[in-house]
């Protein structure tokens, strides 16, 4: 059974009522201050050939919009399916002091609607070797809802310990654009890294800005060096899919990809 693999946006709709063998697992993949800077969507100055791998195979969206520019809300609506300001969640990690969140009756977060319906439930980076544990907590990939949540919602951080036969809902967190860090020292360092691993990095006198930013050195090394994240991004999830044919279950797994609020 071929599934197909999606990029950039879904609907997420009922489960149809199938065998635990036949439902396909369900995989998406999470990347953190990031925008649609990829080859299958016009990007020339770097390749992303696994991204553009699930556009070609996949469906590629062109329209895509996001409900919140910052982590905390935008990851609350997609793990809700509700628009952060209807469940009070739209004030970045204002539920973090003394005054708690909590979703309204009736709102379930997606992975609990994926255990109810018989699904193993995980979040992490998708790759073998993970840790497992953090002070005897399973170490779970980034999750930063903006309200209370159960983290018995996740069984684990990586569908390897799911019971044979039983289909799994993964969530793969990468950090993206976050892997340039803030500051001009991290850019460079990060540039240097892409010289190391890739055998070069993206020119800085070679990036086009928006046209809001002048063309100051810190900003064109902060741009390359985020054109550089999406490369090492883009490897990581050649990284994944490589897991999954190995495993043989590639064409048993629907693939989601998507960025949670675009670049910072």
């Known amino acids: 059974m071929n599934w197909i693999r999606v990029s950039l946006l879904f609907l997420f709709a009922p489960l149809p009522a199938l065998a635990a063998d036949e439902r396909p697992n369900v995989l998406w993949i999470v990347v953190d201050d990031m925008s649609a800077n990829f080859s299958c969507y016009g990007e020339t100055l770097i390749k992303t050939p696994h991204v553009d791998r699930l556009a070609a195979e996949g469906t590629k969206f062109t329209n895509a919009f996001i409900t919140a520019p910052v982590c905390s809300p935008c990851r609350s609506a997609f793990i809700t399916g509700m628009y ?61 809802y903006n309200f209370q949540w159960d983290e018995s919602m996740y069984d684990s951080s990586d569908w390897a310990g799911r019971a044979s ?53 810190v900003l064109l090394r902060d741009w390359a060096a985020y054109l550089d994240s999406v490369r090492f991004t883009d490897r990581h999830i050649g990284e994944v899919i490589a897991r999954l044919e ?6 048993q797994t629907l693939i989601i990809f998507l960025t949670d609020h675009g670049i910072s």
């Open 84 to 144: 952060q300001t209807s469940i009070g969640a739209h004030q970045h990690r204002s539920g973090r002091g003394e005054l708690k969140i909590h979703l309204p009756d009736g709102v379930v977060p997606v992975p609990e609607l994926f255990q109810q319906a018989g699904y193993y439930t995980c979040i992490g980076n998708g790759l073998p070797g993970q840790p497992s544990r953090r002070k005897g907590k399973p170490r779970l990939g980034k999750t930063d």
């Open 165 to 217: 036969g039983q289909p799994f809902f993964m969530q793969v967190q990468l950090p993206g654009g976050k892997l340039r860090g803030g500051r001009d020292e991290k850019a460079q360092s990060l540039t240097q890294r892409a010289k190391e691993e890739f055998g070069s990095a993206v020119d800085p006198q070679a990036v086009t800005l928006p046209p809001y930013y002048p063309r100051d050195p």
């Open 246 to 251: 190995s495993e043989g279950i590639l064409d």
